[in-house]
């Protein structure tokens, strides 16, 4: 018997070749990444041979951003292989990633389709809407969206979906003025915030469009600096910073989450103090953060797709959302901007760093 890494890292040079021969080099790219973090689950959750489920599965995976760039999609494989799921052994997953670009959600959702995998798991907005736009009939289980899934037309109502979508909802907009207000308990004397706003993703304009609405009530000027792709972002900081933001607020935008160390160190090295959306963000240095526990939410979601490999229908799982919003503040990034955070903040955060 092959010893696991052996195997696995044969699968990486098998799935090379015959991709290489059919010119999907991005998706090569999320493919190698993927094995990668099916490796880090089985560190810690390693499933028994007589775990394994038996049958052969076909799961698809569309994403805006590389699977690699967060913990959220560790907590998916990690859940999945606790369920039995072990990718080269009797699971197939067939990766698809934007790599950031929005506009190849279109093309990449249809050829997913193509492979026929037996479900789909599609994270944020973007790639879920995507799907839709394909026409598909595939069981798709969504992840960290924040558009309402009932307007949007993925679902007819969030406890009977009646469609072939279903899967976890994030929050944002509903706790945008939150936000907002948070970073001005933290920072009584602040003016003007700049936020970051990827005009591709509607989630993300329709969170920044609450923020601005009450932005008088809070009593800060926010102004929102664009950006498309990873490239844009140390523009799009500088940019803000130009037009006086004395402090930041970012959505809960794919690219923002996946280019987040890139974003903690530019507002580090401009003094910037700055809103995330989720714990491991601050946990990564960011100063503070208010949003769901999403790691919950793609574990949540791997027993979804379990659900459904096993015979139950997308059209009768509950659109589920998060139950619980954590506060997270990191006093060693206070410190280092010279921030004094108040202690009635303090004490109502759920983590504090130090």
């Known amino acids: 018997m092959l010893e696991p890494l052996d195997f ?16 999907h080099k991005p998706v090569l790219r999320l493919a190698t990444s993927f094995v990668g973090l099916a490796l880090i689950g089985a560190a810690h959750t390693a499933p028994l041979a007589a775990e394994l489920r038996e049958g052969h599965f076909r799961i698809g995976v569309l994403v805006a951003v590389s699977a690699s760039t967060t913990p959220s999609m560790a907590a998916f494989m990690k859940e999945l292989q606790r369920l039995g799921y072990v990718e080269g052994q009797n699971t197939i997953i067939d990766p698809r990633s934007a ?12 050829e997913l389709v193509t492979l026929a995998p037996d479900v789909i798991f599609a994270v944020g907005t973007p790639p879920v809407m995507a799907l839709k736009s394909s026409g598909t009939s595939i069981p798709v289980v969504f992840a960290g969206i924040g558009v309402d899934p009932v307007q949007s037309g993925l679902v007819k109502s969030f406890a009977h979906p009646g469609t072939n979508f279903t899967g ?23 003016e003007r915030a700049g936020v970051l706003r990827q005009a591709g993703n509607a989630t993300a304009v329709a969170i920044v469009d609450e923020i601005l609405k009450s932005a008088p009530a809070v009593g800060i000027e926010v102004v929102p ?3 498309r792709r990873a490239e844009d972002l140390p523009h799009a900081v500088e940019r803000a910073e130009r037009r006086g933001a004395q402090a930041m607020i970012l959505t809960a935008d794919a690219i923002l989450v996946a280019n987040r160390r890139t974003i903690i ?23 503070i953060s208010y949003g769901p526990d999403i790691e919950s939410n793609y574990s949540d979601a791997a027993t979804y797709v379990d659900k ?3 015979g139950e229908k997308a059209a009768d799982l509950p659109v ?5 919003l954590s506060l997270v503040i990191n006093l060693k990034t206070a410190e280092a901007l ?13 983590e504090v760093i130090e």
Do not use: C, H, W
Not at 99 to 110: H, I, N, Q, V, W
Not at 320 to 324: A, D, G, I, S
């Open 225 to 227: 600096s664009d950006f």
């Open 265 to 287: 160190d530019l507002a580090r090295q401009k003094r910037l103090p700055t809103m995330y959306s989720y714990p491991f963000e601050a946990a990564d240095g960011g100063l």
């Open 8 to 23: 696995l890292f044969g699968l990486v040079a098998k799935r090379q070749r015959e991709r290489q021969r059919a010119r």
């Open 308 to 310: 459904i490999l096993r």
């Open 168 to 190: 976890m909802l994030n929050v944002g907009v509903d706790i945008a003025t939150k936000r907002l207000q948070l970073l001005k308990e933290m920072l009584p004397s602040i």
């Open 338 to 350: 010279g921030i004094k955070v108040p202690p009635m903040l303090l004490a109502r955060a759920d």
């Open 320 to 324: 589920q959302q998060p139950t619980r």
């Open 99 to 110: 790599e950031g670009e929005m506009g190849r959600l279109p093309d990449l959702a249809k």
